[in-house]
């Protein structure tokens, strides 16, 4: 099977992101329009129900180096959030400690990972302290 080229697959995923996902409870897309490298992006994330994240948006940045898809995006929180895989003074999400990101397949895709991080959010993270609603990293 032919290897998409970095810039198709970004392509793909920026439409997608763009068009809106499943039931809008995540989205992505390009933090600037005008960066022909697509490299730096927005997601967001709506809480899951029954959890502490109920109502709640969570910001996050995803970077998406030269080698994406072949290599996993760095993610980081920009919304404060107490989870297993987020490291508690910086947002990052370690790759370690998220099953999509430390078995990074060039077939997964940003919605792979925020899909992953929900439903983070709605088992291990489901009834941890939260900080308040508003504060950033």
Not at 21 to 42: R, V
Not at 87 to 101: F, I, N
Request: glycine share 8%.
């Amino acid at each position: 099977m032919a290897k998409v080229p970095r810039n198709f697959r970004l392509l793909e995923e920026l439409e997608k992101g763009e068009k809106g996902i499943g039931d809008g409870t995540i989205s992505y897309g390009l933090a600037n329009p005008d960066d022909i490298f697509m490299s730096d992006w927005n997601g967001t994330i709506l809480g899951p129900p029954h959890s502490v994240h109920e109502n709640r948006i969570y910001s996050l940045t995803l970077h998406c180096d030269q080698n994406y898809p072949d290599s996993a995006p760095i993610v980081k929180f920009i919304s404060k959030v107490n989870l297993p895989c987020v490291h508690a003074s910086t947002g990052r999400v370690e790759p370690s400690k998220l099953d999509c990101l430390a078995r990074w397949s060039r077939n997964y895709t940003m919605e792979t990972v925020l899909s992953e991080i929900r439903r983070e959010m709605a088992t291990s993270g489901r009834k941890l302290p939260q900080p308040p609603e508003g504060s950033t990293f």
